[in-house]
């Protein structure tokens, strides 16, 4: 198995020292330099050539934006981020300039605490041999906007065919949903719900991101929110997203991930219970993202007469999620992330324009 050479970069000597320490317990793992800020992280990038980057966001100097853009402009690597930030959008800053993913510090303060994200921090790394590092610099360069997606509503008295969209990401997931969500024009006629891996505290302002790229309402979703057509429900970090009927309407249930579940939010247990509501007027979209959120869950959407779409390998950052989806034999099309919110308009059953 190839070695993964890391540099460190982080103003803290102590969190250099304990990142240090947790990735050299990583079988495989190798630290072969450390930097204080951007500007020596980008020397020390150049002169040892790693196969990944950990990075901090805020140093004196140069910060870890500056660093991201000049990397990934001249030297591509894997960056992954390990930021305490939470309360902005500094984290889905980052990953737009090509961060492939990011780790939240338990504290910003000096403190052991920083030892809980060793587990998280190990899965991470050894997700680098999994990348499409192509496709992580293609999406740090600047693209062209999507294009704008309004409705062209079938014939009076014929409904769309699906009632809900739900949307399941891991690593690469943030840019990617953006790019569907920036297509949208007009709110569609059918309600979303979306589980994006995600610790505790960075759902609000990703959701409030989304949410102001489209044209309809992107929330995080809270206990006891209906689920509507031209609504969008983000299920909130650590927790996991089911759904429950209340006379006439769905309402949304944030629930406790149970020991069972790997990866937070679960794919899977949205996927599952969506199912049972809605079936086959039900889509179910599995995007890039490492490990395998999803799979089961697209065997319970078909069984209950859901389509099930997921994303390509060319487009994918990781192709963990959509390959095991697609291993299951179930999924009704594998599409690239620039055609995905077309694809998602046409199984819903309305004609997309654009302009």
Do not use: W
């Amino acid at each position: 198995m190839k070695r993964i050479r890391v540099v460190v970069v982080d103003d803290s000597a102590y969190n250099r020292r304990a990142i240090t320490r947790m990735l050299e317990e990583l079988p495989g793992v190798e630290v072969v330099g450390y930097a204080t800020n951007g500007e020596e992280g980008i020397r020390r990038v150049i002169d040892l050539t790693p196969d990944l980057v950990t990075l901090d966001l805020e140093m004196p100097r140069m910060d870890g934006f500056t660093m991201l853009r000049i990397l990934m402009a001249n030297t591509p690597v894997p960056v992954i981020v390990i930021s305490s930030t939470s309360g902005d959008e500094k984290v889905f800053k980052a990953l737009e300039l090509g961060a492939v993913d990011f780790i939240a510090k338990p504290t910003s303060v000096i403190s052991d605490e920083l030892l809980k994200i060793q587990q998280d921090l190990h899965e991470k790394v050894l997700s680098v041999f999994k990348l499409n590092m192509a496709r992580v610099q293609k999406r740090s360069e600047p693209e062209p906007p999507a294009p704008e997606i309004a409705i062209a509503a079938p014939p009076v008295g014929e409904a769309g065919a699906i009632d809900i969209v739900a949307i399941g990401a891991s690593t690469g997931g943030p840019p990617a949903l953006q790019r569907i969500f920036a297509s949208f024009k007009d709110a569609p006629p059918f309600a979303m719900v979306i589980s994006q891996h995600m610790p505790a505290g960075f759902t609000t302002a990703f959701a409030e991101r989304l949410n102001r790229s489209t044209g309809f309402e992107v929330r995080e979703s809270k206990d006891g929110d209906e689920v509507l057509p031209g609504r969008a429900l983000i299920a909130p970090g650590g927790k996991n997203l089911v759904f429950a009927r209340m006379a006439d309407k769905v309402v949304a249930r944030v629930v406790e991930p149970g020991p069972k579940d790997r990866y937070i939010p679960s794919v899977d247990v949205m996927l599952r219970s969506c199912a049972e509501l809605y079936r086959q007027r039900m889509l179910a979209v599995v995007l890039t993202g490492m490990g395998n959120d999803g799979a089961l869950g697209v065997r319970e959407a078909k069984k209950a007469g859901a389509q099930i779409v997921a994303e390509s390998e060319e487009s994918a950052v990781v192709f963990g999620m959509p390959r095991e989806a697609i291993a299951t034999g179930l999924v009704d099309k594998v599409v690239p992330m620039d055609d995905m919110a077309r694809e998602i308009m046409h199984r819903c059953g309305f004609m997309p324009r654009f302009g």
